[in-house]
C-alpha cells in the first residue's frame, strides 16, 4: 500500500517577520548670536555736615584767660559716593578779615597761628603760643594724617608734643587750597573728621567779645 503524501504550497512565517528600522531626520534652523552691552554711569553725590547753623556760635570758647588755653571743637561728617574719595578743605575766605575772631569794635582782632600750607603745622607751647589755631584730632572710616598733625587723638589744654596746630588758612580763588584731611578711595558709609581749636591771648589782648566764621568745604577727588 502506498502512503500518499500531501503537499502543501506556502512560506514559513519565520521567512515573513523582516526588521524594519525607523529612520527620523531632524533639520534644524539657521540661527546667529549677537551680544549686546550695557552700560551706565552713577553720577556721584557729597554732603557735608560739621555741625554748623549758621547763627548761633557753634564752637564757644567761653572766656580766655591770658597764658590758660582753651579748646573747642567740630566734627565733619562726609558721606560720598565718589569712588576716587574726597578732601576736606577750611578756609576763612568768606570771612575776608585779617584773623578769624574780631572784636565788636570791627577793628581789633585776635591773630591766628601761621596759616596751614601743608607742611608747617607745629606741637603748642603753652605760655608762648598764642593766638587760635586747629588740627585734625581723630577721623573715623578713613586714614589721618599723622605726619600732618601729629598722633595725638586728645583735644585737651594740655601740652602735648603730639599734637600738630597751624592757623586757618586764607584762600583766595586764585590759589589751589590745601586740604587738612585727604581721603583716598570710596567708602560705603560716612567719614567723620574731628577738628580741635586752640585759642589763646597775650595779657595786653583787649578785653571784650570776639567772634567769626570759617568754612569747611568737601569736594570728590577728581
Known sequence: MHKKMKLVAGISALALSLSVTSVTTIVFAATDTDTVNLQVEVNSNLSLD????????DVDFSTVTADTPVVGGSTCSVLTNHEEGYDLFVDRTANGDTSVLKHTDNTTYISDLTAWNGSNSAAW????????????????????NNTWWGTSTDCTVAEDADALFAGIPQNPDTTTPIPVMDHDGYSVGATTTTICYKLD???TQKSGVYAGNITYTAI???
Open 201 to 203: 591771648v597775650a595779657a
Open 220 to 222: 570728590g577727588k577728581p
Open 125 to 144: 607751647d603753652n605760655g608762648t603760643t598764642k593766638g587760635l589755631g586747629f588740627r585734625v584730632e581723630e577721623v573715623s572710616g578713613a586714614t589721618k
Open 50 to 57: 560739621c555741625g554748623g547753623s549758621g547763627t548761633d556760635p
